[in-house]
């Protein structure tokens, strides 16, 4: 019989160490750890806040799945519209940009009677007016002309009921009345349908105000102070010799947030091109191109 090594220290001997299984226990508890933390951290999803669970990360996101009735609704879903149409110019916040578009928040516009306020984004808007006592003295296209009843209502709702106004909800009904005396006698689709592309484009040009900036027909734009070219919107006539048609339709629908401006250290010009993308629509859009390029002079041809 071999004889067992005699691992007991000898009292001479340097430490020595030998290889161990580590205990199945402690792999098991580490195993039910984690098992617990992530089932943990899963429940409280929302940042720990005990009301929000998976797949749900916030209590806004929830917000807007909740079953909602009357001007809470007709708000929420105005809220949409605003960010979409409205939101770029005059801020998330409601408060506008100094110089540029004045604020909603606290005016006394979104405060006045519904017809007077549903002008503003069907027919549009240009200076001077006062805001809560201030003077501003700008433009503001009828950005609002492409939307429907039920979302004028509500976008109009949302800011009459947000940061800290408190006017009254809007009604759908209002809307219709207001569109009509708006728009009076304006062709009908039959009409539309039967009109060359360019005389369509130029009832386009009308609908979304173009003109405010633009001036009649296109022709001639207003001031611009500090603006590059020539501190004037510019006139649209000649745009056929500096785009193409898909050049064109895209930077309508991008419009031009940052004016280039004359003084570099000026202030920032009063008037840019707002961004018509989701508010024109594309048959419109494609119309708008062709009276565009219809404006440019017959005969005005540089060969002498
Ligand atoms: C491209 C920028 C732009 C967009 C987009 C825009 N506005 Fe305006 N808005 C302005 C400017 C500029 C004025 C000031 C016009 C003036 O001086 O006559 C104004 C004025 C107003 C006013 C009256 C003044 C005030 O501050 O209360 C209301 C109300 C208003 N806008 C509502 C809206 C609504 C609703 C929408 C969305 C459907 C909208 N606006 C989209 C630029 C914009
Ligand atoms: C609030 C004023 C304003 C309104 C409303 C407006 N624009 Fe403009 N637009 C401008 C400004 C400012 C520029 C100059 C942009 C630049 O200098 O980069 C411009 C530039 C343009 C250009 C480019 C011109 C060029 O020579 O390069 C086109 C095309 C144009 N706008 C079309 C339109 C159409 C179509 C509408 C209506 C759907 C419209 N704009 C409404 C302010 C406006």
């Known amino acids: 019989m071999d004889e067992q090594p ?20 402690i792999v098991v508890l ?38 909602q009735s009357g001007a809470a609704a007709l708000a929420a879903r105005g809220r949409t519209v605003y960010e979409s149409v409205c939101g770029l ?35 549009g808007l240009n200076g001077p007016i006062k805001v809560s006592g201030k003077d501003w003295n700008l433009a503001m296209a009828p950005m609002g002309a492409g939307l429907s009843d ?16 408190q006017s009254g909800a809007c009604d759908e009904s209002d ?23 360019p005389d369509r484009g130029h009832i386009v040009f009308k609908k979304y105000g173009c003109f405010q900036c633009h001036g ?19 006139s649209l006539i000649y745009v056929a010799d500096g785009y193409n048609k898909a050049e064109l339709l895209a930077f309508i629908s991008r419009g031009e947030r940052v004016i280039p ?13 707002p ?3 989701g508010i024109v629509t594309t048959n419109e859009l494609s119309d708008l191109a062709d009276f565009l390029f219809s404006l440019k002079p017959k005969g005005d041809k540089l060969d002498f």
């Open 6 to 25: 005699d691992y007991r220290p000898r009292s001479d001997a340097e430490p020595t160490v030998t290889t161990d299984c580590v205990p199945i226990w």
């Open 30 to 67: 580490a195993l039910v750890l984690l098992f617990l933390g992530a089932y943990y951290f899963d429940l409280r999803s929302g940042w720990f806040d005990t009301r929000i669970y998976s797949p749900y990360r916030t209590p806004d996101q929830l917000a807007t799945y909740q079953p």
């Open 89 to 123: 110019c005059h801020g998330s916040d409601g408060l506008g940009k100094p110089g540029q578009v004045p604020p909603l928040a606290g005016s006394d516009w979104v405060a006045k009677d519904m017809v007077s306020l549903a002008r503003v984004p069907l027919a």
């Open 150 to 165: 039920t979302e004028l209502a509500a976008v109009l709702t949302y800011i009459r009921t947000s940061w800290g106004n």
């Open 175 to 197: 809307m219709k009345s207001v569109r009509a005396a708006v728009n009076g006698n304006g062709p009908s689709a039959v009409d539309l349908a039967k009109m060359s592309p």
């Open 216 to 234: 009649p027909d296109g022709k001639g734009g207003v001031s611009n102070f500090n603006a590059k070219t020539a501190e004037q919107v510019p």
């Open 261 to 273: 401006r004359k003084n570099p250290n000026g202030p920032e010009p009063p008037h840019f091109m």
């Open 275 to 277: 961004k018509w993308g």
